[in-house]
Antibody, heavy 121, light 108 residues
Framework: EVQLVESGGGLVKPGGSLRLSCAAS????????MSWVRQAPGKGLEWVGR??????????DYAAPVKGRFTISRDDSKNTLYLQMNSLKTEDTAVYYC????????????WGQGTMVTVSS | SYVLTQPPSVSVAPGKTARITCGGN??????VHWYQQKPGQAPVLVIY???DRPSGIPERFSGSNSGNTATLTISRVEAGDEADYYC???????????FGGGTKLTVL
């Protein structure tokens, strides 16, 4: 069974840091390009960033609002994706989802249940 | 950056046809994916590459894309179709992934 399980969310003060994890199973994680997508309370979906598979270079891209503050990494030996979030702002408050694709252009056909991040003083 | 525009809400009576549009500059030249999201749940892919349906998605769901508008059509709408729907494309200009603002489908 294909499964994605996000974890690591919680309450953090503005300016703080948090690391999210996404444990994948049921598919060849090492071949997947992995994205993070977030959804602020009552708002729409917002793409956060993406990491390519190592065979495709392992490079990352980020949305403008998080560029320079967030870092995506992966550990293919653990089938796990990470999102390191630094210098958090209140507007980063959202549910964070991880989702794989086979490459750019592909649809997000598998989603985890998400993990909630609340940035508040 | 590329912008996708969806109507905030669409209402339809049960058994009728709902059409949810997604506007974008020359969107017909891009591939559009559609997601359904019910309250408290993760999004679910309902249409990919403009008009393909994943397994398990009813044939009542269909999609089209031409010119400046992509459309998600839900035929014979049921109460269980009530949800938020998002269109999405990949774009080479700035942020690679763009989502529309979402449309809340209300079944009257």
């Amino acid at each position: 069974e294909v499964q994605l399980v996000e974890s690591g969310g919680g309450l953090v003060k503005p300016g703080g840091s948090l690391r999210l994890s996404c444990a994948a199973s049921g598919f060849t994680f090492s071949n997947a390009w992995m994205s993070w997508v977030r959804q602020a309370p009552g708002k729409g979906l917002e793409w956060v960033g993406r990491i390519k598979s190592k065979t495709d270079g392992g490079t990352t891209d980020y949305a403008a609002p998080v560029k320079g503050r967030f870092t995506i990494s992966r550990d293919d030996s653990k089938n796990t994706l990470y999102l390191q979030m630094n210098s958090l702002k209140t507007e980063d408050t959202a549910v964070y989802y991880c989702t794989p694709t086979r490459g750019d252009g592909d649809a997000f056909d598998i989603w985890g249940q998400g993990t909630m991040v609340t940035v508040s003083s | 950056s590329y912008v996708l525009t969806q109507p905030p809400s669409v209402s339809v009576a049960p058994g009728k046809t709902a059409r949810i549009t997604c506007g974008g500059n020359n969107i017909g030249s891009k591939s559009v994916h559609w997601y359904q999201q019910k309250p408290g749940q993760a999004p679910v892919l309902v249409i990919y590459y403009d008009s393909d349906r994943p397994s398990g998605i009813p044939e009542r769901f269909s999609g089209s894309n031409s010119g400046n508008t992509a459309t998600l059509t839900i035929s014979r709408v049921e109460a269980g179709d009530e949800a938020d729907y998002y269109c999405q494309v990949w774009d080479s200009s700035s942020d690679p992934v763009v989502f529309g603002g979402g449309t809340k489908l209300t079944v009257l």
